[in-house]
């Protein structure tokens, strides 16, 4: 696996235990994002390294997450139907951003919008729908701080998929190892992909998305 590992407690030593933040597996220059997906999407994208194939429709919205225990808690460790494979996808930072710049909150807060009108027009305009949904812990438990979710149609689906991912990776095997792992052993022993805050290199686009 590409995807660098560490133990949870570590992993939670260094990231802050309330706000909204963006945390991920990252490099200087990219970032992973993760989704879960059927066999047919999932075996099509990890063979050809893009999205498509006949399961796979770009009329639909995904929804990307780069924390990976919020992605383990959405498709239950890989056990729910139709998510029973986990993908991590690599891209730039610079793509991962552009996304950001393209992102409406999927419901009206007025931190962000100074009117009602002015969310519709953004939700009319925009491509990707934005939420910041509580963490979870390994168990399930939801946790103070909290995650980003990214929401991706249309064209911006499109260019995702088809061009701006640099690789896909099937992390499969390592959720469900660290799963049956946890059931049987303490929290303290399990291994999770290394995390660290991410921030966009505009601090406006930042306060825009309501990075703390």
Same mark, same amino acid.
């Given at each position: 696996?590409?995807?660098?590992?560490?133990?949870?407690?570590? @992993?939670? *030593?260094?990231?802050?235990?309330?706000?909204?933040?963006?945390?991920?597996?990252?490099?200087?220059?990219?970032?992973? $994002?993760? %989704?879960?997906?059927?066999?047919?999407?999932?075996?099509?994208?990890?063979?050809? %390294?893009?999205?498509?194939?006949?399961?796979?429709?770009?009329? !639909?919205?995904?929804?990307?997450?780069?924390?990976? +225990?919020?992605?383990?808690? !959405?498709?239950?460790?890989?056990? /729910? *139907?139709?998510?029973? !494979?986990?993908?991590?996808?690599? +891209?730039? /930072?610079?793509?991962?951003? /552009?996304?950001?710049?393209?992102?409406?909150?999927? @419901?009206?807060?007025?931190?962000?919008?100074?009117?009602?009108?002015?969310? =519709? @027009?953004?939700?009319?305009?925009?491509?990707? =729908? +934005? %939420?910041?949904?509580?963490?979870?812990?390994?168990?399930?438990?939801?946790?103070? &701080? =909290?995650?980003? %979710?990214?929401?991706? /149609?249309?064209?911006?689906?499109?260019?995702?998929? =088809? &061009?701006? $991912?640099?690789?896909? *990776?099937? $992390?499969? #095997?390592?959720?469900?190892?660290?799963?049956?792992?946890?059931?049987?052993?303490? #929290?303290?022993?399990?291994?999770?992909?290394?995390?660290?805050?991410? !921030?966009?290199?505009?601090? #406006?686009?930042?306060?825009?998305?309501?990075?703390?």
């Amino acid at each position: 696996m590409k995807i660098i590992t560490e133990p949870y407690f570590k @992993s939670i *030593e260094a990231l802050p235990k309330t706000g909204q933040h963006i945390t991920a597996h990252q490099t200087n220059d990219s970032i992973v $994002v993760y %989704q879960a997906y059927n066999n047919a999407i999932a075996d099509f994208a990890i063979k050809n %390294q893009y999205l498509g194939g006949d399961a796979f429709s770009y009329n !639909r919205m995904s929804w990307i997450k780069p924390n990976f +225990l919020w992605m383990m808690y !959405r498709c239950g460790w890989a056990a /729910k *139907e139709n998510q029973e !494979r986990v993908l991590a996808f690599w +891209l730039d /930072k610079a793509d991962f951003e /552009k996304i950001l710049c393209e992102a409406a909150f999927s @419901s009206f807060n007025p931190k962000y919008y100074n009117s009602h009108e002015h969310w =519709r @027009s953004e939700l009319t305009l925009k491509q990707v =729908r +934005l %939420q910041w949904d509580p963490e979870h812990d390994p168990y399930g438990n939801k946790i103070e &701080r =909290r995650a980003i %979710q990214l929401g991706l /149609k249309g064209n911006v689906l499109e260019n995702f998929g =088809r &061009r701006q $991912v640099k690789y896909i *990776e099937d $992390v499969t #095997a390592f959720a469900k190892e660290q799963y049956a792992f946890l059931q049987n052993n303490p #929290a303290e022993n399990l291994q999770v992909p290394a995390e660290t805050l991410y !921030r966009t290199t505009s601090e #406006a686009l930042n306060n825009n998305i309501g990075i703390d």
